[in-house]
């Protein structure tokens, strides 16, 4: 049987949070070694026995241990990881997190997650908004293939950066139902045990708090729809801290009687009961290169509330209600959503049916193309 080239995948810029890239590369790799894939996988060395149980076919190579450091390992990524392509025999490599070698002596593949550093850079901070417009500017030129996850991701690339669009391949994540399902009552009990809710009902949030999410439109939303209610559901903001200085000052004005918790990271077999054991999965990000958590929630078979911008609603579809950016259209349609248990259970079951058609094998393959792609020099 013909496996394909043999693959070097570059984990090492996945974090210990098991982020957005830790829950892509977690669910790609099994899925690629389950495709047969001639697969070497370069990692940190905390995370190489997660690596070896995930991909027993793969290869795993812990990298030195220096790497830890973030400039440690952009100097690697730029030294190391092409004597270690040679030293695999590797026919492709995969950097799956935007930046990639100068020099290799194989063609490159690179993950482009998202444009929204270009569609709305006042969202980042100086320094990293240079660092990634430098880094996809460098994919764009001299990657072999760019694999982005939503066919919005790609019309951005090609519209605002001149992007090659016969070098750019759609892969859409996948999510694992096994791990994110609907929880049962005894699951999400425990999750509002853990986060202190009792019997409160609550709206939840996943992800990083970056200007981008909308997280202080989210609470001023939220008290707009809540404050005046008998019975008002707490709002759990969980997730890393980024750096928008707007989410304070929002919590200040949260009245006395609404309750709202900021967990930080949750445990991660703790994430199906925490979104489908919300009343409301809200997500009103400012843009989406793919929108992984909104996928994870309705797999959960979560009520999801978010916004029609970029990749969102090729992941939602109509399994979602939309709304907008502003507080006051966030505040009216989750109150409208809160009013009509009807409609969040059925958007509760099209989701779960909708998110189970995001499979990883599908990924997987659409990478595996990708791969055959830049050795063909296509």
């Not at 043999?6 to 669910?27: F, I, K, P, Q």
């Not at 690697?76 to 020099?103: D, F, I, K, N, S």
């Not at 001299?142 to 001149?162: G, H």
């Not at 209610?229 to 997730?239: Q, S, T």
Request: one cysteine or more; proline letters at 7%; charged letters at 20%.
């Amino acid at each position: 049987m013909n496996r394909g080239p043999r693959v070097l995948l570059d984990a090492t810029a996945v974090s210990a949070d098991r982020g957005g890239l830790g829950r892509y590369t977690d669910g790609l790799i099994p899925a690629l070694t389950e495709q047969d894939a001639d697969l070497v996988i370069a990692c940190q060395r905390s995370d190489a026995d997660r690596y070896g149980q995930l991909a027993p076919q793969a290869r795993v190579v812990p990298a030195p241990a220096a790497i830890s450091h973030r400039a440690a390992r952009v100097a690697w990524e730029q030294t190391g990881l092409p004597l270690l392509c040679q030293h695999v025999g590797a026919q492709v490599l995969h950097a799956p997190h935007y930046t990639m070698p100068l020099r290799s002596s194989c063609p490159t593949v690179v993950t482009v997650h998202d444009a929204t550093l270009l569609t709305e850079p006042d969202h980042y901070d100086k320094a990293r908004r240079a660092f990634m417009g430098s880094a996809i500017k460098t994919a764009l030129r001299r990657a072999t293939r760019v694999i982005v996850p939503s066919k919005a991701t790609r019309d951005e690339l090609i519209r605002l950066r001149d992007a090659d669009p016969a070098a750019l391949d759609v892969a859409y994540h996948g999510v694992n139902t096994d791990e994110f399902r609907p929880p049962t009552q005894a699951e999400g009990a425990r999750v509002k045990a853990r986060l202190g809710l009792g019997t409160m009902s609550y709206v939840a949030f996943l992800g990083v708090q970056e200007p981008r999410k909308n997280v202080p439109n989210l609470i001023r939303g939220w008290v707009r729809a809540c404050e005046h209610r008998a019975d008002p559901p707490a709002l759990v903001i969980a997730g890393g801290s980024g750096h928008d200085d707007e989410i304070d000052a929002a919590i200040e004005k949260v009245p006395a009687p609404l309750r709202l918790l900021r967990p930080g990271y949750l445990r991660y077999a703790d994430l199906s009961g925490y979104l489908g054991g919300a009343v409301v999965v809200a997500y009103p990000s400012h843009g989406e290169g793919f929108g992984l958590p909104v996928l994870e929630a309705m797999a959960c078979g979560a009520a999801v509330l978010v916004t029609p911008r970029l990749s969102l609603p090729e992941v939602g579809g109509e399994a979602v209600a939309y709304t907008g950016e502003s507080a006051d259209t966030i505040a009216g349609d989750l109150a409208a959503l809160l009013d009509d248990p009807d409609r969040r259970k059925t958007l509760g079951e099209a989701a779960s049916g909708r998110a189970a058609r995001f499979t990883w094998k599908s990924s997987a393959q659409a990478h595996l193309a990708s791969y055959a792609r830049a050795v063909a020099g296509e």
